[in-house]
């Protein structure tokens, strides 16, 4: 550049507009990547809280007078029908364990493993799993 002359010239110029397309292209891939998957972290945390309020249900039959400790079970609710939720189901396991044999301990009479799975309806992806052991 002339030292007479301010400014860019046309080849700078050109240089400057696809160096800055270039960044705008790679933002911009960033962005879409990023936004479609900004959904996952709420849905992870609403299926997690799904399964610890599963194991708390069972937890609290426990003390009932009416439902009891055999009240756990195994239980595959399906497809949610809960305000806001869906979209989610869960499915809860319940394994017996004798006492004294891991991880019962001795002084039980027995336990009860749970352990709860939250999957999505829509796309069957496991979100959230849970495990409990309840003593008798």
């Not at 030292?3 to 790679?26: C, D, P, Q, R, T």
């Not at 809280?49 to 009932?64: D, K, V």
């Not at 991880?103 to 493993?113: H, L, S, V, W, Y």
């Amino acid at each position: 550049m002339n030292k007479h002359n301010s400014g860019f010239s046309l080849i700078e110029l050109i240089i400057a507009i696809v160096l800055l397309s270039m960044i705008g292209s790679v933002t911009a891939l960033i962005y879409t990547t990023t936004l479609g998957k900004a959904h996952l972290p709420r849905k992870m945390m609403q299926a997690e809280f799904l399964s610890l309020e599963r194991i708390e249900q069972a937890w609290a039959n426990t003390y009932s007078d009416s439902l009891g400790y055999a009240s756990i079970i195994d239980d595959n609710e399906g497809a949610l029908t809960t305000i806001g939720y869906a979209d989610f189901s869960r499915n809860m396991s319940v394994l017996t364990i004798a006492a004294g044999v891991t991880p019962c301990p001795t002084f039980a009479n027995e336990c009860k493993q749970l352990s709860v799975v939250v999957t999505d309806s829509n796309t069957s992806d496991s979100l959230a799993q849970s495990t409990a052991l309840i003593i008798q």
